[in-house]
């Protein structure tokens, strides 16, 4: 099992720039394809990114491509997710989720087992 703990969140002001980590712990982080979700108050849990268990392939939606960017370091068993040109509407609760692949976490993360608590991003316009 891997237990997921997430860090790196706080308040920015539009435009500016945050990088938040994902710690994985146990020894099998590197048999997971891993993601990132938001959500804000009132909203549904929406898909963020998603990387490949290589680090080879990500994927994002319309709404952060272009300014988001995630990355894993499997010696390291963390997963990053830098996020460029933030926006007031980037302003949510950012949890990272482990998953067996990429098209699984973007398609059924609502049965997605492994979470992190989360950490809150604010971004002051």
């Known amino acids: 099992q891997v237990q997921l703990v997430e860090s790196g969140g706080g308040l920015v002001q539009a435009g500016g720039s945050l990088r938040l980590s994902c710690a994985a712990s146990g020894r099998t982080f590197s048999d997971y394809a891993m993601g990132w979700f938001r959500q804000a108050p009132g909203k549904e849990r929406e898909f963020v990114a998603a990387?490949?268990?290589?680090?080879?392939?990500?994927y994002y939606p319309d709404s952060v491509k272009g300014r988001f960017t995630i990355s894993r370091d499997n010696a390291k068993n963390t997963v990053y997710l830098q996020m460029n040109s933030l926006k007031p509407e980037d302003t949510a609760l950012y949890y990272c989720?482990?998953?067996?692949?990429?098209?699984?976490?973007?398609?059924?993360?609502?049965?997605?087992?492994?979470w992190g608590q989360g950490t809150l991003v604010t971004v002051s316009s």
């Open positions: 990387i490949s268990i290589t680090g080879g392939d990500t």
């Open positions: 989720a482990a998953g067996p692949s990429t098209s699984y976490i973007i398609r059924t993360y609502r049965t997605l087992e492994l």
